[in-house]
């Protein structure tokens, strides 16, 4: 339902698929109205023509970046909690340890009551209402009209998606990030008639040495589908793993760490076949997103994370690894920065950045059981040899033999 005292915004809304069941009253109309006279003489009208609700959730136009993902976990949170009210908030930009007022003369001594000698990471976290969601039970509106009373909880929304507007600098910022940065603002979203998912690939479950992990098989081609993952074993590739683009440089570092001679002559390795035989191949997400991976960047690793699909991939991951390996022998190669973002957790991994880099060049070991959501060791394993991942060059090649030795030290 929209409220409104305009016939015109009315019959857009009415386009777009809202219900208008009567305009707003003169009366509460205008820039001084409060929302609450605005709702109870709404819920009352509605009432008049038996029409009642046992909850109500506020959706400011002011807010155009909320998206639907956001209603429906205000939506979970509120059940969850069997909560009275559910409110958005969003983290400030700045501290108010550092704010004060101004008097007139601008003098400003004792601005800060304190010294401050945290640094920026150190502050406590603080919260403001970003405007964007308010659910609440009706009842408890009606008797308090007040949100904040008694099992209020807040909503955390990213603060690019909680702008605000209430001038036209708030109005321009938010064009900006919706013509130019959806790829930031929005979680990523399963493809409509979705294709059936592509099988893990395994040719030898005796001889494993390795699980390699992709994102997704989503592609800048909507119409690509793949039968296996990777689309490894696809016939048009005449069983030459190079004419496949999506496995071939995975496949061509992963004869580097199988191959015991150093430097790998690629030109003399034909029998692919053994390496195949030691690796397992899975997504951490098997269903087709709406765009590839690398368009929501780390809003991918965010939505696994956050589990906001509720598809609950990573503990469906889990649960089929450890049912190839109980014993959890097998450790996990990465394939892209954005699963070693969804998998570590990062309340054990304190300090230590998550650039793929860090580890290549020797500054981070790997990632052990204990610090990452499928409980096993993880090694980052891009795929990404156009920039500089090649695992047979000079400067890969340290890093190349401390996966070699891990795979001979922890065999099956």
């Not at 969003?90 to 101004?102: A, F």
């Not at 929501?296 to 699909?309: E, F, G, L, Q």
Request: aromatic share 12%.
């Amino acid at each position: 339902v929209v409220s409104t005292d305009s016939e015109a915004y009315a019959k857009i809304a009415v386009e777009y698929g809202a219900e208008i069941p009567f305009l707003r009253s003169e009366h509460l109309s205008g820039d001084n109205v409060a929302t609450n006279d605005v709702i109870i003489d709404l819920l009352a009208k509605l009432k008049e023509n038996a029409v009642e609700f046992d909850r109500l959730m506020i959706l400011q136009p002011t807010s155009p970046l909320r998206t639907s993902e956001d209603i429906r976990k205000a939506i979970e949170l509120f059940d969850k909690k069997n909560a009275n009210a559910v409110v958005s908030l969003c983290e400030v930009d700045h501290s108010p340890i550092y704010t004060g007022q101004v008097p007139e003369d601008l003098r400003i001594d004792g601005f800060i009551k304190k010294a401050i000698s945290y640094r920026r990471q150190e502050l406590p976290r603080y919260y403001r209402l970003n405007g964007a969601i308010y659910l609440i039970k009706i009842d408890y509106f009606l008797k308090y009209q007040d949100y904040y009373k008694e099992k209020c909880f807040a909503y955390l929304m990213e603060k690019e998606r909680s702008i605000d507007i209430d001038d036209e600098i708030d109005f321009i910022f938010a064009e900006v990030l919706m013509k130019k940065g959806e790829h930031m603002m929005f979680e990523p979203r399963l493809r409509k008639n979705q294709p059936s998912r592509p099988k893990a690939f395994i040719s030898n479950k005796e001889k494993l040495e390795v699980i390699v992990l992709g994102c997704d098989p989503s592609s800048t081609n909507q119409k690509i589908i793949f039968e296996t993952v990777f689309d490894i074993g696809n016939p048009m590739y005449e069983d030459d793993f190079r004419r496949n683009p999506y496995f071939r440089d995975i496949m061509l570092n992963l004869i580097c760490i199988f191959e015991e001679d150093n430097p790998v002559n690629f030109d003399e390795v034909f029998e692919t076949e053994k390496t195949y035989d030691r690796i397992y191949v899975q997504n951490l997400c098997p269903d087709y997103l709406e765009k590839c991976t690398g368009y929501y960047k780390s809003k991918w690793s965010k939505w696994i994370k956050n589990d906001s699909s509720g598809a609950g991939y990573v503990r469906t991951l889990k649960t089929e690894l450890d049912n190839l390996d109980p014993d959890r022998k097998l450790p996990v190669l990465l394939t892209s920065s954005y699963l070693l973002e969804a998998l570590v957790d990062r309340r054990k991994i304190k300090g230590r950045d998550l650039k793929f880099r860090s580890y290549y060049q020797g500054y981070r070991g790997f990632i052990d059981k204990e610090e990452n959501d499928l409980e096993r060791v993880l090694i980052p394993f891009s795929r990404n040899r156009q920039a500089g991942y090649m695992l047979e060059s000079e400067d890969n090649k340290k890093y190349c033999e401390r996966i070699k030795n891990y795979l001979r030290n922890n065999r099956r």
